[in-house]
């Protein structure tokens, strides 16, 4: 399904819906909603939860208690994490907010998740679709096995790039993130300073940042956050280099003062040395029609158009070049690039089209055909974990009763549930069979964990 990315298709994709869904949003905990001062997820989770709610459905917000979104908030805990001084105890202060939502699932149409994978093992419990959208990088390798082992579950990703490190995973849409648009005002006119805008680490670039500066002889404002965890960073890279003439560093700012920065600004410089999920950041800048210089890292070619919305260099020496030539972007181009693709009505549209796909499917039908491919890798408990939902205890113990009374049901729930015909699971790559000592056993079936093998390869 293509993205709604085209001016010639807005007329018909943003109109309201006909048919209004009950939709619980489920927030990280680590900043309120919207933040108060940086955060892109919980930005992001604020702008769609209204923006569904101009449009007509039903939204409920799981969140942090501070947070001050225009939607009926049910409160994680009563105070953002980061601002409590918390945050270092994030995974499992979601627990008790995700067993609420999950008991409540009946109530909702679609559960949309923005939680990364801590969601994942409770989505399988229920009926109600469970939809989440990846904020992050997903090319660590300590975390691939967790990832790997949801595959079934539909999930969404920021921009295509993103897919890259798990192509297996359910992927039902890319979304590229919007913003309102009369969020961040238009700035015919630029003032004579690059900007710098997001986190204070090294996957960020600052320090890259200060060195075109430097050898462009522009002046440089950075505007960002340093965490707890990149205090060193900046204590040992960063500080020594704001002595740089023509450096200087603000600190966190809040979304009145972004305007300004970013309006004022010549350029943007996105010096990321990384695999970026999305660069939220890029597209506030366009919002203000001011463009972006750019290393080619994760989504940046996705979202930015070389030579239109600003430039896209590998090197240095191509960073410093692209400040010189930054004039002959226009600015205006840079605003209607970003109404026409990264609005929050252009998102909330494409994330309407998901909600609809899931909700009009059988879900557990759904999840189970999409995990087939890579089933057969499993071991034999986690295959029959899987299949439980479909089976009926009861019904079994009643079938191998009527085969005789020399062959008792064993009394373990994982067992009694692999009990079948040979025919009726050779898509998990298993053989079930009963024993007469008592128990049952699960082997794999060579033949056909072989060929499904051969078919991946």
């Given at each position: 399904m293509a993205l709604v990315q085209h001016e010639k298709t807005l007329a018909t994709v943003l109109r309201a819906p006909s048919r209004p869904l009950r939709i619980a949003q489920i927030a990280p905990l680590y900043e309120s909603v919207p933040p108060k001062l940086y955060g892109g997820?919980?930005?992001?989770?604020?702008?769609?939860?209204?923006?569904?709610?101009?449009?007509g459905h039903e939204v409920t917000l799981y969140a942090a208690g501070d947070s001050t979104v225009d939607v009926p908030l049910a409160a994680g805990v009563p105070q953002s994490l980061r601002l409590a001084g918390l945050d270092h105890f994030g995974p499992a202060l979601h627990l008790p907010m995700l067993s609420e939502v999950y008991d409540n699932a009946s109530r909702f149409d679609i559960i949309h998740s923005h939680v990364d994978c801590l969601s994942f093992p409770l989505a399988r419990l229920?009926?109600?679709?469970?939809?989440?959208?990846m904020h992050g990088r997903l090319d660590l390798n300590e975390l691939l096995p967790i990832y790997r082992?949801?595959?079934?579950?539909?999930?969404?990703?920021?921009?295509?790039?993103?897919?890259r490190p798990l192509p297996q995973l359910n992927w039902v849409r890319t979304v590229y993130h919007g913003l309102p648009g009369n969020l961040l005002k238009f700035s015919p006119q630029s003032g004579n300073y690059l900007a710098f805008l997001g986190r204070m680490c090294p996957e960020k670039g600052p320090d890259l940042a200060i060195e075109i500066a430097r050898r462009s002889g522009v002046p440089l404002k950075i505007a960002a956050k340093v965490d707890r965890t990149d205090r060193e960073y900046f204590d040992s890279v960063i500080k020594p280099l704001l002595s740089v003439p023509g450096v200087e560093f603000i600190g966190e700012i809040n979304e009145e003062e972004k305007r300004h920065f970013l309006g004022g600004a010549l350029a943007l410089l996105f010096t990321v040395d990384w695999p970026e999920p999305f660069g939220l950041v890029?597209?506030?800048?366009?919002?203000?029609?001011?463009?972006?210089?750019?290393?080619?890292?994760?989504?940046?070619?996705?979202?930015?158009?070389?030579?239109?919305?600003?430039?896209?260099?590998?090197?240095v020496d191509e960073l410093v070049a692209a400040v010189y030539k930054i004039g002959e972007i226009s600015r205006q181009e840079c605003r209607d690039e970003f109404e026409r693709r990264f609005t929050a009505e252009v998102m909330a549209a494409n994330y309407e089209r998901v909600y609809y796909q899931l909700d009009s499917m059988d879900w557990l039908n759904m999840r189970q055909i999409a995990a087939r491919p890579t089933r057969h890798l499993a071991d034999a408990r986690y295959a029959a974990r899987q299949w439980r939902p479909a089976l009926n205890r009861e019904r079994l113990n009643t079938r191998w009763k009527e085969r005789g009374p020399d062959r008792q049901i064993f009394s373990n729930a994982h067992d009694a549930d692999t009990v079948t015909e040979k025919s009726s699971i050779p898509k998990l790559g298993f053989r079930a069979s009963f024993e007469r000592t008592g128990g049952f056993s699960?082997?794999?079936?060579?033949?056909?964990?072989?060929k499904k093998v051969d078919e991946l390869k």
């Amino acid at each position: 399904m293509a993205l709604v990315q085209h001016e010639k298709t807005l007329a018909t994709v943003l109109r309201a819906p006909s048919r209004p869904l009950r939709i619980a949003q489920i927030a990280p905990l680590y900043e309120s909603v919207p933040p108060k001062l940086y955060g892109g997820t919980e930005r992001i989770v604020a702008y769609l939860a209204e923006e569904l709610v101009r449009r007509g459905h039903e939204v409920t917000l799981y969140a942090a208690g501070d947070s001050t979104v225009d939607v009926p908030l049910a409160a994680g805990v009563p105070q953002s994490l980061r601002l409590a001084g918390l945050d270092h105890f994030g995974p499992a202060l979601h627990l008790p907010m995700l067993s609420e939502v999950y008991d409540n699932a009946s109530r909702f149409d679609i559960i949309h998740s923005h939680v990364d994978c801590l969601s994942f093992p409770l989505a399988r419990l229920v009926q109600v679709p469970t939809v989440s959208t990846m904020h992050g990088r997903l090319d660590l390798n300590e975390l691939l096995p967790i990832y790997r082992s949801y595959n079934d579950l539909p999930v969404v990703s920021i921009s295509n790039d993103q897919r890259r490190p798990l192509p297996q995973l359910n992927w039902v849409r890319t979304v590229y993130h919007g913003l309102p648009g009369n969020l961040l005002k238009f700035s015919p006119q630029s003032g004579n300073y690059l900007a710098f805008l997001g986190r204070m680490c090294p996957e960020k670039g600052p320090d890259l940042a200060i060195e075109i500066a430097r050898r462009s002889g522009v002046p440089l404002k950075i505007a960002a956050k340093v965490d707890r965890t990149d205090r060193e960073y900046f204590d040992s890279v960063i500080k020594p280099l704001l002595s740089v003439p023509g450096v200087e560093f603000i600190g966190e700012i809040n979304e009145e003062e972004k305007r300004h920065f970013l309006g004022g600004a010549l350029a943007l410089l996105f010096t990321v040395d990384w695999p970026e999920p999305f660069g939220l950041v890029m597209i506030e800048a366009l919002a203000c029609g001011t463009p972006v210089i750019a290393r080619p890292c994760g989504s940046v070619p996705e979202v930015l158009r070389h030579g239109v919305t600003g430039f896209i260099g590998s090197s240095v020496d191509e960073l410093v070049a692209a400040v010189y030539k930054i004039g002959e972007i226009s600015r205006q181009e840079c605003r209607d690039e970003f109404e026409r693709r990264f609005t929050a009505e252009v998102m909330a549209a494409n994330y309407e089209r998901v909600y609809y796909q899931l909700d009009s499917m059988d879900w557990l039908n759904m999840r189970q055909i999409a995990a087939r491919p890579t089933r057969h890798l499993a071991d034999a408990r986690y295959a029959a974990r899987q299949w439980r939902p479909a089976l009926n205890r009861e019904r079994l113990n009643t079938r191998w009763k009527e085969r005789g009374p020399d062959r008792q049901i064993f009394s373990n729930a994982h067992d009694a549930d692999t009990v079948t015909e040979k025919s009726s699971i050779p898509k998990l790559g298993f053989r079930a069979s009963f024993e007469r000592t008592g128990g049952f056993s699960m082997t794999p079936d060579v033949s056909i964990t072989e060929k499904k093998v051969d078919e991946l390869k």
